[in-house]
């Protein structure tokens, strides 16, 4: 495809023309990211990202169409990289950063979302985090990034669709009798045990507000709840989820209380897991653990759903043990075009076990300590 254009677009520059062609690529995105879509991502701009310090890389079609967009923000370094870095922007709550990306336009929207990033102007290279390893993004990166390096792969629990259910069979055969014994321990003790959709009630956000509050995380401070920003920007995005049909939120009920509850981000065919909490003074009967199997079972009945991703950490033993399946991630480092931009991917490839590209006029090893001071304005 022709004619395409890539920008970088100040959030408060966007127009309701802006954001209705947005939704339309989110539609049709080659992978689905809930957290890029505008309900996820505005929010996320306006209460945790420093004022004016993110942008939206954004190429458009002739005719206007959005093909390619994805959240910016350039750093002075990068962990221990003392380079400057356009990367894509995460924050706390993110638990994924791979592009939204036309499926029909992949090849020639890749190409062009990578010649606006990686202008020297913007740093010396372009990070992307947190992107499936197996996916189209990841595969089409591989193909015209030149020189791309992989610097961080690892894998996260999740759940991917089968024609029966049998989600539990790879777990040990006596935690699923320790699972079965447990809830039926908390029906014994506690009255009207279910699970139950609480998604269009009100009160639910800040149920769950509470709930996580009651925690280690409100001892400790790490709650939602204890920061104004994180608390404003959830509620936010949970509010425009569910405006746009696309929130679910399950709660484990006992007494007529919650016990357990998830908030989770559904987009295409993928549920995104997004915060959880649960009753610590009922641990013993692990409520957390009973209400996965539950959105096991919800997920398994849910029409279109193909893959539910936990956003866990991949040293998490309790998700893995309880989730089949997992879903690959990398993080790609592509260095800037020009001199200075491969000075750094000779940094990169180094640093990251590999062999150079090759190159004719790739910068000699002993200058890049001073080419990338120079960029850095050090």
């Known amino acids: 495809m022709t004619g395409l254009q890539a920008r970088l677009v ?5 127009t309701d023309d802006d954001l209705r062609r947005w939704r339309d690529l989110a539609a049709c995105a080659a992978e689905p990211n809930v957290f890029f879509e505008p309900e996820v991502l505005m929010p996320a701009v306006r209460h945790l990202a420093s004022p004016g310090a993110v942008r ?4 458009t079609a002739a005719d206007g ?6 959240p910016v923000k350039r750093e002075i370094a990068w962990g221990r990289l003392r380079l400057p870095v356009l990367a894509v922007w995460t924050h706390d709550f993110s638990g994924l950063e791979v592009p939204l990306v036309d499926a029909a336009e992949l090849g020639p929207a890749v190409r062009a979302l990578l010649r606006l990033l990686r202008r020297p102007r913007h740093g010396l290279f372009a990070a ?3 992107i499936p390893g197996d996916g189209p993004f990841r595969l089409a990166l591989e193909e015209f990034s030149r020189g791309g ?9 999740a759940l991917r669709r089968r ?3 049998t989600y539990l069979d790879a777990m040990r055969g006596k935690r699923r009798q320790e699972l079965a014994r447990m809830r039926r321990r908390l029906e014994e003790h506690h009255d009207a045990v279910a699970a139950v959709d609480m998604t269009t009630r009100p009160e639910a956000i800040d149920m769950f507000l509470a709930l996580e509050a009651s925690g280690w995380k409100g001892r400790e401070g790490t709650a939602l709840a204890a920061d104004d920003a994180s608390a404003a920007f959830f509620r936010d995005a949970c509010t425009a989820l569910r405006d746009a049909g ?16 998830k908030c989770n981000g559904i987009a295409g065919n993928r549920v995104f897991g997004f915060k959880q909490a649960f009753d610590e ?15 096991m079972h919800d997920f398994h009945a849910r029409p279109g759903a193909e893959v539910l991703d936990t956003i866990g950490s991949a040293h998490n033993e309790t998700l893995n043990a309880m989730w089949p399946d997992r879903l690959v991630m990398t993080t790609v480092l592509v260095p800037a075009r020009g001199p200075l931009g491969r000075a750094a991917g000779t940094v990169l490839r180094r640093l990251a076990g590999s062999p150079p590209a090759p190159h004719h006029d790739t910068v000699p090893a002993s200058d890049v300590p001073l080419a990338a001071g120079a960029a850095a304005g050090r």
């Open 10 to 14: 100040r959030f408060g520059d966007l």
């Open 56 to 59: 939206l890389a954004v190429v």
């Open 65 to 70: 169409r959005w093909v390619a967009c994805a």
């Open 128 to 130: 992307f985090t947190q």
């Open 149 to 157: 390096v992989e610097v961080a792969r690892y894998e996260r629990a």
């Open 163 to 165: 024609p029966t259910f």
């Open 246 to 261: 696309r929130l679910q939120v399950i709660a484990l009920v006992a007494d007529g209380r919650p016990v357990a509850m």
């Open 281 to 295: 003074s009922l641990g013993a009967y692990s409520p957390g653990r009973l209400l996965d199997v539950d959105l």
